[in-house]
């Protein structure tokens, strides 16, 4: 834009805060209580009339490394250790320096968010899900994403953010250097506003709710169900587009699977204490335990494009924790049965070869056997009467790439130097789990959105301070 393009649009201004942010999930409220405790004006824009965004969609497993709730409960974990399991996940592909940068704030992050805000945390320590070497997720009471996000709201409020609803942002005004100056939203009235900023923050997610833009970027998941926040539509990389940023691993993601018919998250809890998957066949298929996000698209290549996991009452246990399990249960979702023969009529699938998968899992934990998908079964007992399963498919739960960000969540040009007052958090920005699914380590998406949301906030408040003192 030229000069006098700037200008009018500072003056088209109706008013100008410190800081904007696009997005009232858990990126974006972390961002706004960042930069409201280092003293910003602060406007959060959110296009619903009741904020939610994926947060409200998880279950609130929030990593943190070497927290007070860790030490409380004997577990001795660090910033490093949880850095080499994100490696490890990733297969070292992810950008070490932002993962490292996460990993060192998601401890604090947790503990900021819980005794200076009021969102309270406990840790979640019955049960470890696959490639974390420690417990280190800590979770709201009810172990739901609702919880958590209505906590993120009420601590924005109080912290003095100001929560505009039902504000769909239609553009960015920024200069020729590519610094935003405005942005410009249609308020719940329908009325067009300008609210100029000293910085922006894009909380905005990713791009999953565009089935045209999951069909160029992660084809494999093109016949997955979509089980994501709508407002997830891209915007943000269309934005970011605009103004020269450069985008990272776009290939990635977070996969999981979901009830065949409700479409209702079925816990992977259900899987780790040595319940499995078969497919129509009744025979089991892959390594279950190399992560739920990749077995999301091994589910869609299964003829059908759904399977059953089978577990028993052992293994239902840590599941009856979580408020969405029960909705799966509630919904009829969930088949029992006394014997494998019953299970298997239920499931309509051909008893013989379940029976064989029964036989084989337990040989595997038994050590008389090996697993030819490489799955460890050893200290899991065979599955007892009275058994269960339910029929699930592959989802998409949210992207993991996005804009390239710093490691202090500034949005950087393609050509690498950053764009002067431009943060991405959460859905929004590159992730940590490297260019593909088999890189996501459970709860790499929350930790990345509080973790860069508040380290964007925290940004933001400066160089818009900056910029106020330069002007």
Known sequence: MSDEMRLASAAEAERSVDVVVVGAGAAGLCAALSARDAGARVVVLERDAKPAGNTALTLGMLPGAGTRFQREAGIEDSPDLFLADIVKKAKGKTEEALARAVAEASGPAVEWLNDAHGVAFELLSDILYPGHSRHRYHVPKSRTGVEMEEGLLAAARRAGAEIVTSARVEGLEADETGRVVAVRYTDRDGQNVTLGCGALVLATGGYGAD?????????????????????????????????????????????????????????????????????????????????????????????????????????????????????????????????????????????????????????????????????????????????????????????????????????????????????????????????????????????????????????????????????
């Open 211 to 471: 089935p045209a833009l999951v069909k160029r970027h992660i084809p494999e998941m093109s016949d997955a169900v979509y089980c994501g926040h709508d407002g997830s539509d891209g915007i943000a990389l269309a934005f970011g587009e605009q103004l020269g940023a450069g985008f990272a691993d776009l290939g990635a993601y977070q996969g999981h699977c979901v009830a065949a018919g409700p479409a209702l998250p079925v816990t992977w809890a259900l899987v780790i204490r040595g319940g499995f998957q078969v497919n129509r066949e009744g025979r089991r298929f892959s390594n279950e335990m190399r992560g739920y996000s990749e077995q999301a698209s091994a589910v869609l290549a299964e003829p059908g494009g759904t399977v059953f996991t089978v577990y028993d009452a052992r293994c239902e246990e840590p599941a009856l924790t979580f408020a969405d399990y029960h909705r799966v249960m509630e919904a009829g979702a969930v088949l029992e049965a006394d014997d494998i023969e019953g299970l298997a009529a239920k499931a309509g699938l051909p008893a013989a070869a379940l029976k064989e998968s029964f036989l084989a899992v337990s040989a595997y934990g038994s050590g008389e056997s090996a697993d030819p998908f490489g799955r460890d079964f050893s200290g899991n007992p065979p599955l007892r009467p009275h058994f269960k399963a339910v029929e699930v498919k592959g989802a998409l739960f949210h992207t993991q790439g996005g804009l390239a960000v710093d490691t202090g969540a500034r949005v950087m040009r393609a050509g690498g130097t950053a764009l002067p007052n431009l943060f991405a958090a959460g859905g929004a920005a590159r992730g940590i789990s490297g260019p593909s699914s088999d890189g996501y380590l459970g709860g790499n998406g929350l930790v990345t959105a509080v973790a860069l949301g508040r380290l964007a906030g925290a940004s933001a408040a400066e160089i818009a301070s900056q910029h106020k003192r330069e002007s």
